[in-house]
């Protein structure tokens, strides 16, 4: 068998590389059209029944098969919000929650075991970053929720545990799989990538031709706030993220959205609104231009370990009118699986403090 670490898993591998493989056997490379949609339909190539032992040796030889099995499964009896604990090969474990929208199902998708960016409300980064994940990975979180629950998933949000852009290779690659026309073929119209904010890797995706949504985590609207909750921002600061934005918005013409923490005390009053629409507009909108901007609220959930509150629903509403007078659209979150403990993160802490009680 060949080495895991060095060795991509043969979800990762797109149709080219696929044929390449079995021609290199002598086999014929037609069969990589069998394969690869099988593959994206949850199959195993022991479950594929159009295909010989002699094939399968080939594919086992190049590429071990990956699949994520569910630990454990949480339904919402409130709104139907699926959230799935997934083991991996080395037995890792990553979340993963579907959300029932009226247009579909949208999966919220991890990308690496753990975070580095240490964000001090985020229970992902309480144990730092374990791994990455690779592209298959992170398909296989897609391809494995939608066999067991048997409907399609039309949307994708990579906004579960870790930090996308920093696991921009594979990250890239599994949005070139997942939107694959011989694959599930979900648009990138239909992806949505959110990121703490790496600016230098904001500027590479620009420039990858794949229009999907981009989402900022922004959380505060000036380097003392942001310095004080996202260690990132020393790295890039308010300016240097906004500029990337900025060249974002015209390389590609997809708006981009921000996410905002609603954290009590620390980045919630009407001042502080006042700075984030001044910031907003003054970066991201020209006289000849103007881009849509378009800011979630999201009251913070309580992580035992940050010692941070939610806003009231007063100072909620009050900063969302006060956005909305200068012209910036802004939606407050609406929580789903409250029932189920659905943010990303908190069910693979508890999983891990189970089996270790040190942790
Ligand atoms: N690393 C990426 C994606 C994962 S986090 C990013 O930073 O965008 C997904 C979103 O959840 C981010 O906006 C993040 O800031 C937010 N988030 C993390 N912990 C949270 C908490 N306790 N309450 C509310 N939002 C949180």
Redesign the pocket.
């Known amino acids: 068998m060949p080495s895991d670490a060095t060795t991509p898993d043969l979800l990762s591998l797109f149709p080219e590389e696929l044929e390449a493989i079995l021609q290199k056997a002598g086999e014929p490379k037609y069969r990589a059209g069998q394969i690869f949609p099988q593959l994206h339909r949850g199959l195993s190539p022991e479950e594929m029944t159009n295909i010989g032992k002699a094939t399968r040796n080939v594919l086992a030889a190049a590429a071990p098969y990956h699949p994520l099995s569910v630990i454990r499964k949480l339904v919402s009896a409130l709104d139907g919000t699926v959230k799935y604990l997934f083991a991996l090969y080395d037995g890792e474990c990553v979340e993963s929650v579907v959300m029932r929208y009226e247009h579909g199902l949208t999966i ?1 998708i ?2 690496q075991v753990g ?1 580095r ?1 240490g ?1 001090r ?5 309480l144990g730092g970053k374990v791994r990455d994940l690779s592209a298959g990975e992170l398909l296989g979180q897609v391809v494995t929720a939608q066999r067991d629950l048997g409907e399609r998933i039309s949307n994708i949000v ?9 696991n921009y290779d594979q990250v890239v690659r599994f949005i070139r799989l997942v939107s694959h026309p011989d694959g599930l073929n979900i648009g990138c119209r239909h992806i949505s ?5 790496l600016a230098d890797r904001i500027d590479r995706l620009a420039k990858e031709g794949l229009p999907i949504t981009l ?5 505060a609207p000036d380097d003392t706030i942001r310095d004080s909750l ?1 260690p ?1 921002n020393r790295r890039f600061p308010i300016h240097t993220l906004l500029e990337s934005c900025n060249r974002y918005f015209h390389e590609t013409g997809r708006r981009i959205s921000f ?3 609603l ?1 009590a005390g620390q980045n919630d009053t009407e001042e502080v609104a006042l700075k984030l629409a001044d910031v907003l507009n003054r970066h991201l909108r020209s006289e000849t231009e103007t881009m849509p901007i378009h800011v ?1 609220l ?6 035992k370990e ?1 010692g ?1 509150a ?1 806003s009231g629903n007063a100072e909620i509403q009050r900063f969302a009118r006060t956005l909305e007078a200068h012209g910036i659209r802004a939606t407050v979150r609406r929580t789903l699986g409250a029932d189920i403990n659905a ?3 908190q069910l693979r802490r508890a999983h891990l403090s189970q089996e270790d009680p040190s942790t």
Not at 121 to 125: D, I, K, N, R
Not at 193 to 197: A, D, E, M, N, R
Not at 215 to 219: E, M, N
């Open positions: 919220c991890s990308s975070c960016m964000c409300f985020c229970a992902s980064t990579l906004m579960g545990i870790g930090e996308p852009l920093d990538l959110s990121t703490c904010g989402s900022i985590s922004l959380h996202m990132v996410e905002y923490t954290i979630n999201i009251p913070v959930n309580t992580v940050s941070f939610r943010s990303c993160g």
